[in-house]
């Protein structure tokens, strides 16, 4: 069964039924009600900010805004501006007097993308807010009273920086109260078509067209792709693949060259060398989808992402095959 916090924006839901997003699951759930600092760790693109958006959500906080700041975005005096607010007069341009984020999120959470970009000095102002709780504007002589749950993440190994003295360890310890590490995209193969079904009904209800599912070739091309951009880039080839399709489900053809290229299987059935046809590709990942569920139709028809009936037909069609791997007679994915 799919696990996924509780979390009302299906937009921004965080889909997996891997055993490293179970537990990490358990995790957001053990440490959302809690005030302790919370240190996201994670490639680009693995939903690091989804994942601070849940903690969010699921906390005694959730009732006031979710504020969020790259910290790579902005140079070291304008970031400090952005998180601490600044007084008329502070600098040039600075003609009124403007409140920072840890204001904005002041009773709620705010949530330092890219912390390991931040600058040793800016690290060192951070500190001190997260320590006393109470921030300056840059340019004023008083401190303002601030209760902010932080929530940082960082695709850098932030140990390794404090090794290289590029990244404070007070600082490292303050934040780090809690890790969570999200795995790549590539560690849980198993995730994708729920990933895929999950955005493929999303935007297919923003375009008033919904889609059924994919062919059993376009989810085996999206299963083999490394997918270096993660579940961020998992995401636009679906919305791609919303916007392109003609028909009612996706087909090998609505996705990038690069996916469809990569379409392989293990190896040719025997007694036959090359490229295998696409009857003889869908056949061979159809009986590998049911020997890995273990003859579980519903939950083979889930992975594939078609409906069950659908799933049925397919499988009606692909027994007027010849029964030893070779080609499929008659067979169309889509009908």
């Not at 849940?54 to 501006?81: D, K, Q, W, Y």
């Not at 067209?209 to 998992?234: C, D, K, Q, S």
């Not at 290229?261 to 009857?279: D, K, M, W």
């Amino acid at each position: 069964k799919e696990a996924t916090p509780r979390d009302p924006g299906r937009a921004e839901s965080i889909v997996g039924s891997s055993p490293g997003m179970v537990e990490l699951f358990k995790l957001v759930s053990r440490v959302a009600g809690t005030r302790s600092s919370v240190l996201i760790q994670g490639e680009s693109g693995t939903g690091k900010e989804l994942i601070a958006r849940t903690i969010h959500r699921n906390s005694p906080r959730r009732g006031h805004p979710f504020v969020a700041v790259s910290c790579m975005s902005f140079s070291e005096g304008v970031l400090e501006s952005e998180l601490f607010g600044h007084v008329r007069g502070a600098f040039t341009g600075a003609t009124d007097r403007r409140p920072g984020l840890f204001l904005q999120a002041d009773r709620s959470t705010l949530f330092l993308d890219e912390i390991g970009d931040m600058g040793l000095s800016m690290q060192s102002k951070l500190l001190r807010v997260l320590q006393e709780m109470e921030v300056r504007p840059v340019g004023g002589t008083e401190t303002v009273p601030v209760d902010v749950r932080v929530v940082a993440a960082t695709h850098h190994n932030l140990e390794s920086l404090v090794g290289l003295g590029k990244f404070r360890e007070d600082l490292f310890y303050r934040l780090n109260v809690v890790t969570l590490k999200v795995p790549p995209l590539r560690d849980r193969v198993e995730d994708i078509p729920l990933i895929a079904s999950h955005y493929l009904t999303v935007f297919g209800e923003q375009a008033g067209r919904p889609i059924h599912g994919f062919t059993p070739a376009a989810m085996a091309a999206l299963r083999t792709y490394p997918w270096p951009g993660n579940v961020r880039e998992l995401v636009n080839v679906v919305e791609r693949a919303v916007a392109l399709a003609p028909g009612s489900v996706v087909e090998l053809s609505d996705l990038p060259e690069k996916l469809a290229t990569r379409v392989r299987i293990e190896g040719p059935p025997a007694g036959s060398a090359g490229r295998q046809t696409l009857a003889e590709l869908t056949r061979s990942y159809v009986m590998r989808v049911l020997e890995e569920t273990k003859g579980n139709k519903t939950e083979a028809a889930r992975v594939l992402g078609v409906p069950r009936r659908t799933f049925y037909r397919m499988l009606s069609r692909l027994s007027t095959g010849d029964g030893d791997g070779g080609q499929v007679s008659h067979y169309d994915p889509i009908h």
